[in-house]
């Protein structure tokens, strides 16, 4: 029977594979992505499209579903009677991918009972592996030589623990690249308010939450959309590392797997700074 470090090196495995998937296409000069428009406007290319089949190919090894942002059409009725599931972004921040900045992830995550419980996100620009599991805590691998498929015994051996302290002054914000809003503005604001330095840095996709679990930012507000696939892999990986995702009240984890998958507002936060 596989254990959850088994489900943890085969959700590696399929991170790193899409990641040379996504980046063989990102790396082409005639590629034009092929980018077309889904439903809600949102950008669909061939490298999420590629993505997907080869992290759904990995992850069928395990007895567990698979939700992923491009295979999400499975009714509630079904997957609300999944204890345990497979919840996958393939391409996390695609307009990052298309403006060629490098700030998308491939997110992949193990939900049981509503609690994400395993995650991993690969970067694949900057060849860094962010993981956790509940019996592990969260770990950062940076420069992944990815001409060959590191053991699970050299991931570890090789990995940094999260988070790390980092020793910055003041207040540091992590915010999105590509969708400010206004009540972002006014958060940071109310904190400059409370007397201590802010400092603003931006990113893309998941690495928001990477950034908040390593130590290198001290809280992530996010006051727009967002759905399950978008966060769950990063949530493992900030309670991993003594964080959480919660609700906007700053003490209610987020849950998975609800009918609605969108996510409510949720703010990303060390537990040693719940007052």
């Known amino acids: 029977m596989m254990t959850y470090s088994n489900y943890l090196y085969i959700a590696i ?10 980046m063989d296409i990102y790396t082409d000069p005639e590629s034009d992505f092929e980018i077309e428009r889904k439903a809600d406007n949102s950008p669909l290319t061939k490298a999420d499209k590629a993505a997907h089949m080869l992290i759904v190919n990995v992850l069928s090894v395990t ?48 939900v049981q009972k509503g609690v994400p419980i395993l995650g991993v996100i690969y970067v694949p620009v900057r060849k860094e592996l962010y993981f956790s599991a ?27 623990r999260l988070p790390v ?25 109310n904190l400059r308010k409370q007397g201590q ?4 840095i931006s990113s893309g996709s998941s690495l928001k939450i990477c950034l908040v679990a390593e130590g290198s930012a001290d809280i992530y507000p996010r006051f727009a959309p967002t759905m399950e696939w978008d966060t769950a892999a990063g ?41």
């Open 13 to 22: 495995r399929a991170a790193i594979d899409a990641g040379k998937a996504i």
């Open 134 to 160: 509940d019996s592990l805590g969260a770990y950062k691998l940076a420069n992944i030589d990815c001409s060959h498929q590191p053991s699970m015994d050299e991931i570890m051996q090789k990995a940094t």
């Open 235 to 275: 949530h493992a990986i900030a309670r991993g590392a003594g964080c959480d995702v919660f609700h906007i009240d700053g003490r209610t984890p987020l849950k998975y797997n609800k009918e609605d998958l969108h996510n409510p507002w949720f703010i990303v936060k060390p537990l040693s700074s719940i007052s």
């Open 63 to 110: 007895p567990f579903p698979i939700l992923s942002e491009e295979g999400k059409d499975i009714p509630y009725a079904e997957r609300s009677a999944w204890e345990t599931f497979w919840l996958v972004d393939p391409l996390d921040g695609t307009k990052e991918f298309i403006k060629r900045n490098g700030e998308f992830t491939v997110n992949i995550a193990l």
């Open 197 to 200: 330095p802010v400092t603003l």
């Open 165 to 189: 302290s980092m020793g910055h002054q003041g207040i540091v914000v992590v915010a999105s690249r590509s969708h400010q809003s206004p009540e972002t503005t006014d958060f940071i604001e």
